[in-house]
């Protein structure tokens, strides 16, 4: 399922080469990007596809997006701006009939904010509030929440979550905690979701978004550089290093190519003739 179709970027210059975040898609002349079931944005570092994954996520207003400010040349909010003048079209239904907005549930998620939940995990001392802190974001009234605190319902739910903790590495962790927050019907930004997991659990992370994409109406936009994902994800892939938004396949990526020679420089360590 289609749900976002294509994106925008202003084409608005401004006159100082360093306002964020004008600057970081200054060179590229064509701004126009259109959306598969699956969508790569692969690059370097300082590439722009994290930059561009936020700028998305405000411009939509997904849950998960992050404010950015630009003090430093005055009091104009150039971020606002920026996002202001960014369009979008949304997609359309099997009837062929255009949304009329984003699903709900569609959310922007960051790889710190998977490893932020970890370390909630992790430390005891902030079990209770992070738990309580997560109930309220998901609507739970002030009498509601002054029932939980201290219930056994709560103490059993923390009990469970320390279990999961000591069962499984960060890497199983998150590979968990990712696949808690796809749901069916909605869109995903994803920001380097590959952070701490292991090439096995990257693949079967890839796995999973590509049966939700396929069979239960998900559309994915993500932002890596990983060749387990890259190679394993059904996807269109744009690479932030080229000129402008153009399409690349996998193999032709320069980090791809490393891991290519890396281990084909290597090739007869692993067939034992070294």
Same mark, same amino acid.
């Given at each position: 399922?289609?749900? $976002?179709?294509?994106?925008?970027?202003?084409?608005?210059?401004? !006159?100082?080469?360093?306002?964020?975040?004008?600057?970081?898609? !200054?060179?590229?002349?064509d701004?126009?990007? #259109?959306?598969?079931?699956i969508?790569?944005?692969?690059?370097g570092? =300082?590439?722009g596809?994290? *930059?561009?994954?936020?700028?998305?996520a405000?411009? $939509?207003?997904?849950? @998960?997006?992050?404010? !950015?400010?630009c003090?430093?040349?005055?009091?104009?909010?150039?971020?606002?701006?920026?996002?202001?003048?960014?369009?979008?079209?949304?997609?359309?239904?099997?009837? @062929?009939?255009?949304?009329?907005?984003?699903?709900?549930?569609?959310?922007?998620?960051? /790889?710190?904010?998977?490893?932020?939940?970890?370390?909630?995990?992790?430390?005891?001392?902030?079990?209770?509030?992070?738990?309580?802190?997560e109930?309220?974001?998901? @609507?739970?009234?002030?009498?509601?929440?002054?029932? %939980?605190? @201290?219930?056994?319902?709560?103490?059993?739910?923390?009990?469970?979550?320390k279990? !999961?903790?000591?069962?499984?590495?960060?890497?199983?962790?998150? %590979? +968990?905690?990712?696949?808690?927050?796809? #749901?069916?019907? =909605?869109?995903?930004? %994803?920001?380097?979701?590959?952070? /701490?997991?292991?090439?096995?659990? +990257?693949?079967?992370?890839?796995?999973?978004?590509?049966?939700?994409?396929?069979?239960?109406?998900?559309?994915?936009?993500?932002?890596?550089?990983?060749?387990?994902?890259l190679?394993? %994800?059904?996807?269109?892939?744009?690479?932030?290093?080229g #000129?402008?938004?153009?399409?690349? *396949?996998?193999?032709?990526?320069?980090?791809?190519?490393?891991?290519?020679?890396?281990?084909?420089?290597?090739?007869?360590?692993?067939?034992?003739?070294?």
């Amino acid at each position: 399922m289609i749900h $976002l179709s294509s994106f925008h970027l202003t084409e608005r210059e401004v !006159a100082n080469p360093n306002i964020y975040p004008y600057h970081v898609f !200054a060179k590229k002349e064509d701004r126009h990007i #259109r959306f598969d079931h699956i969508t790569i944005f692969y690059g370097g570092n =300082a590439s722009g596809k994290s *930059t561009l994954l936020n700028i998305m996520a405000n411009t $939509l207003g997904l849950e @998960g997006k992050e404010y !950015a400010t630009c003090n430093k040349y005055g009091r104009e909010r150039y971020f606002e701006r920026f996002i202001r003048e960014c369009s979008y079209v949304l997609g359309e239904d099997e009837e @062929g009939n255009s949304y009329q907005s984003i699903p709900v549930g569609s959310r922007y998620v960051k /790889s710190e904010d998977i490893l932020y939940e970890i370390k909630k995990i992790q430390q005891e001392t902030v079990l209770q509030e992070g738990y309580i802190y997560e109930q309220v974001r998901k @609507g739970m009234s002030k009498q509601q929440k002054e029932e %939980l605190t @201290g219930s056994k319902k709560m103490w059993n739910e923390i009990e469970i979550l320390k279990f !999961a903790q000591e069962k499984y590495s960060n890497g199983e962790t998150t %590979l +968990q905690m990712l696949l808690d927050y796809l #749901r069916p019907d =909605a869109l995903y930004l %994803l920001d380097e979701p590959e952070v /701490s997991l292991s090439p096995t659990n +990257q693949v079967l992370l890839a796995q999973e978004i590509n049966t939700l994409a396929r069979f239960l109406n998900c559309q994915f936009i993500i932002s890596t550089h990983s060749p387990f994902l890259l190679g394993t %994800l059904n996807a269109r892939i744009y690479n932030l290093d080229g #000129r402008d938004f153009d399409t690349v *396949t996998w193999t032709e990526l320069e980090n791809v190519l490393f891991y290519y020679k890396f281990f084909k420089d290597r090739e007869k360590e692993f067939k034992g003739e070294i």
